[in-house]
């Protein structure tokens, strides 16, 4: 196990129990009687960037010791463990990080899941998550390859902002390029994610809002989370998605629209004059855990059932002891069975923090070691 600084999921990785098999059956529920239907893999926990919310760089400095090499669940590994996933009801998969474009040859990997289909036959939404800088030159490859959609995280319209936001000098126009990439490509409806900081980027809700108007592109505004040990996370600096969408009605009236589904994120919005739509994902002020379907697959093979988890199951050490199919199903189902992570609904509880949600004291589990 390679030595981090911060130390996170590695120290405490929770045991297996082994038990008898458990035959997939597309319908597996946690504790909480939450299915298991989206699949989220870091593939890996290196980026270009050093968002100043995510990978602050006095912490993912030159000294800070990312995953070797040795520690990735190869492609073989994610595919087989996806595949697993898939047979217990999982239908969408996305792909993210770090920087999930930094990832060498991500098209073959992309090609091996998007062979995978539901136990009734039908294939898989595959989606990514990215920070668009290397989208131009990758956008066509990924969508030839099965990639069916994207989403673009994009903070700031004003080219000074972005990059002292991205805090490595990335050019603004890198990611507009990449946005437009992949539309042209086919990789739509494209989705760009917006985290809003208090004091930081809130100048920028209207340009962007105004920007992605009358376009295909559904802009979604992010609540600042409390992710992670290392960002200096602050509830000062969270500007709630109610104030985000009073600005935007004060110059473009929105009407609320129906959900796609329970477990979304976002609350969808749509411009009254029918110029598009937009959508605001409140982790902070409005928790949706009731509706959690999401397991976390990590860079190196754990599987945590929350974000704001400390510790996870380690999956890498059962595909790597060459574990059966069964076997590492059976596993799966244990551990998510017993699933009762509700951290955001838990935060503001008197206990002061959530069940199973780290406890005070303990580190949590890093963004950019595995994903959004
Ligand atoms: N590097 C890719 C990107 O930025 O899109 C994928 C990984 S990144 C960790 C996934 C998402 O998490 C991004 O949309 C990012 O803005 C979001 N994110 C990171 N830290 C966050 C925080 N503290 N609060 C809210 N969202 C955060
Ligand atoms: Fe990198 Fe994405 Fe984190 Fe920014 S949010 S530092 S792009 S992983
Ligand atoms: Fe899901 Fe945990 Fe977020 Fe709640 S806090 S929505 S359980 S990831």
């Known amino acids: 196990m390679p030595r981090r600084i911060i130390p996170v999921a590695d120290v405490s990785a929770v045991p297996l129990i082994s038990g008898p098999a458990h035959i997939p ?38 000294n800070y010791p990312f995953l070797p090499h040795s520690a990735l669940l190869s492609f073989e590994e994610i595919e087989r463990l996806a595949r697993a996933f898939v047979s217990h009801g999982v239908e969408k998969i996305r792909l993210t990080g770090g920087e999930p474009l930094l990832r060498k040859n991500l098209e073959f990997l992309v090609e091996r899941l998007a062979r995978l289909t539901t136990p009734t036959g039908r294939p898989l939404d595959l989606t990514l998550t990215t920070n668009g800088s290397l ?13 069916t959609r994207i989403t ?18 990335f050019a603004l126009d890198d990611v507009l390029t990449g946005i437009a990439a992949a539309q042209s490509a086919g990789l739509g409806p494209l989705k760009v994610n917006m985290v809003v900081k208090r004091g930081t980027n809130d100048s920028q809700i209207l340009p962007m809002a105004r920007y992605f108007r009358d376009s295909p592109v559904v802009l979604r505004f992010i609540e600042y989370m409390d992710v992670g040990s290392s960002n200096g996370w602050n509830m ?13 009605a004060a110059h473009y009236p929105l009407v609320p629209l129906e959900a796609h589904s329970l477990a979304e994120t976002a609350q969808r919005w749509g411009y009254a004059d029918g110029a ?24 190196e093979g754990k599987l945590y059932l929350c974000l704001f988890a400390s510790s996870g199951h ?3 050490a059962l595909v790597r002891r060459r574990d059966s199919d069964a076997e590492l199903t059976s596993a799966i189902a244990q551990i998510w069975q017993a699933r009762a992570d509700q951290y955001s609904q838990l935060r503001g509880s008197p206990s002061g923090h959530a069940v199973d949600g780290a406890p005070p004291g303990e580190r949590r589990i890093e963004m950019s070691y595995i994903g959004g």
């Open 276 to 299: 598009g739509e937009i959508g605001v994902i409140s982790s902070v002020t409005r928790a949706f855990c009731g509706g959690c379907t999401r397991a976390r697959l990590s860079t």
């Open 25 to 62: 059956s597309g319908t597996l529920h946690d504790s909480l009687a939450r299915p298991l239907r989206d699949l989220r893999i870091s593939i890996t926990d290196r980026c270009n960037f050093r968002c100043v919310y995510c990978m602050p760089r006095a912490v993912f400095d030159k």
């Open 152 to 169: 673009v995280s994009l903070d700031a319209l004003d080219d000074p902002l972005f990059r002292q936001m991205n805090d490595a000098d």
């Open 314 to 316: 380690d999956l890498r």
């Open 236 to 248: 000062t600096e969270v500007l709630p998605s109610a104030e985000v969408l009073a600005q935007i």
């Open 135 to 147: 989208l131009a030159r990758k956008a066509r490859s990924l969508k030839d390859a099965g990639l």
